[in-house]
């Protein structure tokens, strides 16, 4: 059974780079049949997609946070991790590590982590 | 960015109602439409894929309709454990994918 887990500090202070691992288990990260992103939901509110990335190293981020973001993949650890610059308050949230498919039904959010909350604050 | 508007935001609903829930996309998405479900401090669940496609496991009470710019998410027969917040998703205009603001479904 395919289980995404989330790790990383859970605080950041403001202006720093908030950075998260993904550790998957009972699966390779090397198919070429998934993607793996990052989601992440504020505090009482909706989710945002903040990004995704292949095996290969292949990525699409959300437009208005591509300046800030960047996804990695380590094959050799089956992990892949999220860095987030510059942060501010607004960037307090819990975030979720996904897997969907990278062909057709592309972007269904299949897989989800239980999630980690990180809370931006000096 | 495409917009995506659910309704209701919240809805009040008895044990065995049917409960319909409505996403409205700004423009044509085609199918590309996801439904999720949340419970209280859990990850999110997909339901539904591709606007009517049960995910595997998913209860059959479950199911969505909907093609181009309106779809619908239905409960056949509400049950305790359904009290959730549900979200719809698309993804037609990469990497621009939206979620809606979602529906917090309570029992009445």
């Known amino acids: 059974q395919l289980q995404l887990q989330e790790s990383g500090p859970g605080l950041v202070k403001p202006s720093e780079t908030l950075s998260l691992t993904c550790t998957v288990s009972g699966g390779s990260i090397s198919s070429s049949s998934y993607y793996w992103g990052w989601i992440r939901q504020p505090p009482g509110k909706g989710l945002e997609w903040i990004g995704s990335i292949s095996y290969s190293g292949s990525t699409y981020y959300k437009p208005s946070l591509k300046s800030r973001v960047s996804i990695s993949v380590d094959t050799s650890r089956n992990q892949f991790s999220l860095k987030l610059s510059s942060v501010t308050a607004a960037d307090t949230a819990v975030y979720y590590c996904?897997?969907?498919?990278?062909?057709?039904?592309?972007?269904?959010?299949?897989?989800w982590g239980q999630g980690t909350l990180v809370t931006v604050s000096s | 960015d495409i917009q995506m508007t659910q309704s209701p935001s919240s809805l009040s609903a008895s044990v065995g109602d049917r409960v319909t829930i409505t996403c409205q996309a700004s423009q044509d998405i085609s199918n590309y439409l996801n439904w999720y479900q949340q419970k209280p401090g859990k990850a999110p669940k997909l339901l539904i894929y591709d606007a009517s496609n049960l995910e595997t496991g998913v209860p059959s009470r479950f199911s969505g309709s909907g093609s181009g710019t309106d779809f619908t998410f239905t409960i056949s027969s509400l049950q305790p454990e359904d009290i959730a917040t549900y979200y719809c998703q698309q993804y037609d205009n990469l990497p621009r994918i939206t979620f809606g603001q979602g529906t917090r479904l309570e029992i009445k």
């Open positions: 996904v897997r969907h498919f990278s062909s057709s039904s592309w972007f269904v959010f299949q897989r």
